[in-house]
């Protein structure tokens, strides 16, 4: 009798702990990230070469580090939709300061990177002003989030468009180029040396990190809070203007970032550096399991959401469909990608 | 003596409240900033008055004005669609590919191109309002589709009209300039009359009135509000396809790059018409308003050769303000409904 009761409590603990795993969020995201990658693999076996993977891995983390702001900005119930824009203004104006001023005049010297990092960091500064405007608008101006920063975007695509007048910024300093395309070698191609990009290690510490504090740290605590119920958390004592406007700030300096590893990637500030990129950030963060309503979203989930749609990005290119075509499959990856957040949204409503 | 200082102050009264009323009218209220803003662009460069001028943004505004209508009625019933200006890009590609390449009847190439309009439309109604999926995130996705779609047609080339033989009237219609305006024009203005009239005067326009207003309570009063919103993209999608028709008649070349910032201009035209950015209020005859005024601004522009990307951050500036102008009215609004 005994022994029954306890082998049905060894059951039931067998049950919950599959139960547990298979009701993490992230493992769900997983599944269909196999599938796709299966897929590709037998349409081209070119697509698991550890030159594609590391060429994937390459663009993903431009994408990422902006996604890694964005995510913010959605626990945090906002929304951001000028951050292609804001990568693009980075891009070119770091390229920009970087010739007008030749590094301040460190240009060919052996201190050309002090002045380098100098002009990057005006840059993420002069970047993060896009980060208050927005916040001032949504959160002090109490205007909708969607329709005000499609304002926003076209206003710092056109900034972009008027100081470059169109055309690509270079050359750019070669110290700038050694800086953001650092590689720890992996393989050798033919002659040249492959590896893991520098982008990619920051965007894997900057998700490190990001998870951490969401986890552990009151700064985490307070940006779930806000997103779930504003009111509430206000009267709980958290400052949500402080933490609304921070994440815009945040992601506003991280697309910047983005930006200008993207424009040394290149090895030019070119203008339209970051058209469209929004959606597939925001697409890569609902997938991710981050909710367009707020509260709820996690770093973990945004790196697989992020390598999902650089999985088809790049899948698509290897199966060879027409590059117009993609934007077509980005937009119904979007819609089923966004269908998903709200189908999973429902089912724990009603469970 | 009291007597007729009384009847003195009831005619100064009624006087006043005539002034009043006639202010509160929304579309009284909208048309004195079109008058400023006509009067400082004809002081910054008289060639703005100028008949040729004026039948030209009369042109203009007609093409984008059909648009603004369905976007409109969209957004009076709550929701959104940035995706129109694309929309546009892969109609009239699809339309020009059709009597060009694949030499459809003129009549078979006009009805597909519309019904594909209204399909497409109808597909980001159907995600939005039965999906539940956020109208904005829709519709740029739909965006993204129709760009690529209308590129991977044409591999981001123009397409010449050539209509099939017998049909060669069709461009001579589009190209036309009756009274030195366009075809296009009067089918604008008759379009704006009939929905007018459409929203004031019948069953189907109070009910679009209620949906936007409060949903929840227009359903519980008994409106199949799912189907009314719906009904507003498939009529969006309709005038998409006729302006895309017509501005392919026009220019007699399909573009992928077309319509290019429609969806801000007929949103801002939206907004500047008083039809409530949330939904529920606004009127046809606030939207000419709108579109006018969003015309002589873009003409202005011109006039002062004002740079290309000049115009981008423009437009974005006019986006937010609209916003904005939308908020402060709203507000006002509620705060005269309160006292």
Request: with cysteine.
């Amino acid at each position: 009798m005994v022994f029954e009761k306890s082998k049905a409590k060894v059951e039931k603990n067998e049950r919950s702990f599959l139960a547990r795993i298979f009701s993490i969020q992230e493992i769900g995201i997983l599944i269909p990230a196999f599938l796709l990658i299966l897929l590709f693999y037998f349409i081209n076996p070119v697509f698991l070469s550890a030159a594609n993977i590391l060429s994937v891995i390459k663009v993903l983390a431009f994408f990422g580090i902006i996604a890694v702001g964005e995510t913010l900005v959605l626990i945090g119930g906002d929304f951001d939709i000028s951050v292609g824009s804001q990568a693009g203004l980075g891009a070119v104006f770091s390229g920009f300061l970087m010739l007008k001023t030749s590094c301040f005049g460190l240009s060919n010297t052996p201190y050309e990177w002090i002045g380098v990092v100098v002009c990057i960091i005006i840059t993420l500064a002069i970047c993060s002003i896009v980060g208050f405007l927005n916040g001032y608008l949504v959160v002090d101006l109490k205007l909708p989030a969607f329709v005000v920063t499609i304002g926003t975007m076209w206003v710092v695509r056109g900034v972009v468009m008027v100081v470059t007048s169109g055309k690509t910024v270079y050359p750019l300093p070669q110290s700038f180029l050694n800086i953001c395309n650092v590689q720890v070698p992996v393989t050798k191609i033919g002659d040249q040396v492959v590896g893991i990009s520098m982008p990619f290690i920051l965007f894997l510490l900057l998700i490190i990190v990001f998870e951490i504090l969401l986890r552990r740290s009151k700064f985490g605590r307070n940006i779930y809070a806000t997103g779930s119920n504003r009111e509430v958390a206000k009267l709980s004592g958290i400052n949500t203007r402080k933490v609304r406007y921070m994440n815009y700030v945040i992601v506003s300096i991280f697309s910047a970032l983005s930006g200008v590893m993207v424009a040394a990637f290149m090895k030019q500030g070119h203008p339209v550096i970051g058209e469209g990129w929004e959606m597939l950030v925001i697409a890569g963060c609902a997938i991710g399991g981050a909710t367009l309503t707020g509260g709820v979203g996690s770093m973990i989930g945004t790196i697989i959401g992020v390598f999902i749609i650089n999985i088809v990005n790049n899948g698509l290119v290897i199966v060879g469909i027409s590059s117009f075509l993609q934007q077509t499959v980005q937009g119904v990856i979007i819609l089923i990608a966004v269908y998903i957040d709200i189908f999973r949204r429902n089912q724990k409503i009603r469970a | 003596m009291s007597d007729l200082e009384s009847k003195k102050n009831k005619i100064k009264n009624t006087g006043l409240t005539i002034v009043k009323k006639i202010f509160s009218i929304q579309e009284v209220s909208i048309i004195i900033p079109v008058l400023a803003l006509l009067i400082l662009a004809t002081i910054i460069n008289p060639m703005f008055v100028h008949p040729l001028n004026l039948a030209a943004i009369a042109r203009r505004m007609s093409m984008w004005g059909l648009v603004a209508i369905g976007e409109a009625l969209i957004i009076l019933t709550g929701n959104f669609d940035v995706s129109v200006g694309a929309m546009v890009a892969f109609i009239c590609v699809f339309f020009s590919a059709a009597g060009a390449i694949w030499q459809l009847p003129l009549i078979v190439a006009i009805l597909l191109s519309i019904l594909l309009a209204i399909t497409m439309s109808t597909i980001s109604g159907f995600c939005i309002v039965k999906l539940k999926i956020n109208p904005i995130l829709t519709t740029i996705a739909m965006a993204f589709i129709c760009r690529g779609l209308s590129k991977a047609l044409t591999n981001a080339h123009f397409v010449v009209f050539a209509p099939a033989k017998g049909s060669e009237g069709f461009l001579k219609f589009g190209q036309a300039e009756p009274l030195s305006l366009s075809w296009n024009f009067f089918i604008f203005i008759a379009f704006i009359i009939i929905f007018q009239i459409i929203l004031k005067k019948t069953d189907y326009g109070r009910k679009l009135y209620a949906t936007g207003d409060n949903s929840n309570v227009a359903r519980l009063a008994g409106i199949n509000t799912d189907i009314i919103k719906i009904s507003t993209f498939i009529i969006s999608g309709t005038l998409i396809g006729i302006a895309s028709v017509l501005l392919v008649a026009k220019e007699a070349v399909g573009s992928s790059n077309y319509g290019t910032g429609w969806e801000i201009l007929a949103i801002a035209a939206v907004a500047i018409a008083g039809i409530s950015l949330v939904g529920g209020a606004g009127s046809m005859i606030g939207l000419l308003i709108g579109v006018i005024m969003m015309q002589c601004i873009y003409n202005i522009l011109i006039l002062l050769q004002i740079n290309q990307h000049m115009q981008s951050i423009l437009l974005g500036v006019i986006m937010i303000l609209s916003v904005i102008i939308d908020l402060k009215r709203r507000n006002r609004i509620l705060g005269s409904k309160l006292e």
